[in-house]
């Protein structure tokens, strides 16, 4: 239904959606016994050592404002870890922002980059956050459907065939959200010529590079000529499982991280002191617990897969994150009605793959970031309805 526009309202926030993926979290919120495998989170606590080290910094007497940038044992922590993980290197002086959360660092690149009538390429499926976050910025998002036929694998000529001379960016999450598809350098090198062809910039969301399967995972901006031109949103919420902590970070050319920053500090001023110091521990000392988690994402990753198209729901395996995107065409039932139905008649959550776009329709996003036996019995319900319908 409609709502009516409030005079204290602007046009463009009135137009804009609400979020799919909430409709689907609030529904379930009052239901009994129900498996969420909706939410884009780890199911793992934050490790004690990172905990610790945030618990000191109060003790210690930490809780001032930060420099906008973000503490500089940080930054040189993100920029040493950044060297040594993917192999770019950043200043941390100039080149690298501490970020309230890898989406607050997508909106300021989004704010600082375009003027009005911008075009972004999004690529889709896609998290649901992109397309207004360019909106809102004054742009316009031209979306680029990735095909179910390549495992949602976006081809280069797709992105050059939507290439206009308003084009200022192309955005691209890898490992992506939600179909856990993950580009190699190959792939991403047949991009990055796109980019460099008509002078484009790419907004790289590596939030998910952490959680990577069966291939060791390129950043972008690694990609021969693509440092300086492209922005690198990352951050410590999938991989370190510190979603609550919101904390974030970007890394890009020093002329544009200069001006991004301008925008931080008047919309932000800086992020939480004690999530700071948390994040230095869990660069420092976190990789172990990283690996461990991407063991059990793995042998999850597996089971849910194989499961899915044991019961005729046909699942590509995604090389990233933690999300299996199955399709449900053959049930007859919308994306919608399948999440629906699924929820009320047995008691599984999942997201609709239409809210990530029109290619994402006819699927269904399921998080595996829970234990093996709440999949194991959301495995037997899904079955079950399967089977019934």
Same mark, same amino acid.
């Given at each position: 239904m409609e709502s009516t526009k409030s005079k204290y309202v602007s046009t463009l926030v009135h137009e804009l959606k609400p979020s799919g993926i909430r409709r689907f979290f609030d529904m379930a919120a009052g239901m009994e016994g129900v498996i969420s495998l909706g939410v884009?989170?780890?199911?793992?606590?934050?490790?004690?050592?990172?905990?610790?080290?945030?618990?000191?910094? &109060?003790?210690?007497?930490?809780?001032?404002?930060?420099?906008?940038?973000?503490?500089?044992?940080?930054?040189?922590?993100?920029?040493?870890?950044?060297?040594?993980q993917f192999g770019v290197a950043y200043d941390p002086a100039q080149e690298i922002i501490v970020t309230v959360g890898a989406s607050?660092?997508?909106?300021?690149?989004m704010r600082t980059i375009l003027d009005p009538g911008d075009e972004v390429i999004v690529v889709e499926p896609c998290f649901v956050s992109y397309i207004p976050m360019v909106e809102l910025a004054g742009g316009v998002a031209v979306q680029v459907q990735a095909e179910k036929e390549n495992d949602?694998? !976006?081809?280069?000529?797709?992105?050059?065939?939507? !290439?206009?001379?308003?084009?200022?960016?192309?955005?691209?999450?890898?490992?992506n959200n939600p179909t856990g598809t993950m580009l190699n350098k190959s792939e991403l090198e047949g991009i990055a010529h796109i980019a460099k062809k008509y002078?484009?910039?790419?907004?790289?969301?590596?939030?998910?590079?952490?959680?990577?399967?069966?291939?060791?995972?390129?950043s972008m901006a690694a990609i021969e000529g693509?440092?300086?031109?492209?922005?690198? !949103?990352?951050?410590?919420?999938?991989?370190?499982?510190?979603?609550?902590?919101?904390?974030?970070?970007?890394?890009?050319?020093?002329?544009?991280?200069?001006?991004?920053?301008?925008?931080?500090?008047?919309?932000l001023m800086c992020a939480s002191t004690m999530s700071q110091?948390?994040?230095?521990?869990? &660069?420092?000392?976190?990789?172990?617990?990283?690996?461990?988690?991407?063991?059990?994402?793995?042998?999850?990753?597996?089971?849910?897969?194989?499961?899915?198209?044991?019961?005729?729901?046909?699942?590509?395996?995604?090389?990233?994150?933690?999300?299996?995107?199955?399709?449900?065409?053959?049930?007859?039932?919308?994306?919608q009605e399948f999440a629906e139905q699924l929820l009320m008649k047995e008691g599984v959550a999942v997201v609709p793959g239409d809210v990530f776009g029109e290619s994402g329709e006819g699927h269904i996003r399921c998080s595996y970031a829970t234990? &093996?036996?709440? &999949?194991?019995?959301? !495995?037997?319900?899904?079955?079950?309805?399967?089977?019934?319908?």
């Open positions: 884009g989170e780890p199911d793992f606590v934050t490790p004690w050592h990172i905990r610790e080290a945030a618990i000191a910094s &109060l003790e210690e007497g930490y809780t001032s404002y930060t420099p906008n940038a973000g503490i500089m044992e940080l930054r040189k922590e993100i920029s040493y870890y950044m060297n040594n607050s660092a997508i909106d300021i690149a949602f694998k !976006v081809l280069p000529d797709q992105i050059e065939a939507v !290439v206009t001379e308003k084009t200022k960016a192309i955005m691209l999450c890898s490992p002078d484009l910039l790419i907004v790289a969301d590596e939030i998910y590079a952490e959680l990577s399967y069966d291939e060791e995972y390129t693509m440092r300086e031109r492209t922005i690198l !949103v990352n951050g410590f919420s999938k991989g370190f499982a510190m979603t609550g902590w919101r904390l974030g970070y970007v890394c890009s050319p020093a002329e544009i991280s200069s001006a991004m920053l301008k925008v931080h500090q008047y919309g110091y948390a994040a230095v521990e869990a &660069l420092k000392n976190g990789r172990p617990d990283v690996e461990e988690m991407v063991k059990s994402y793995r042998r999850r990753r597996n089971y849910i897969v194989q499961s899915f198209n044991e019961m005729g729901l046909d699942c590509h395996i995604p090389g990233g994150a933690f999300y299996a995107f199955p399709s449900i065409q053959s049930t007859g039932l919308t994306s234990s &093996l036996e709440q &999949l194991q019995e959301a !495995v037997k319900r899904i079955k079950r309805f399967i089977d019934h319908l």
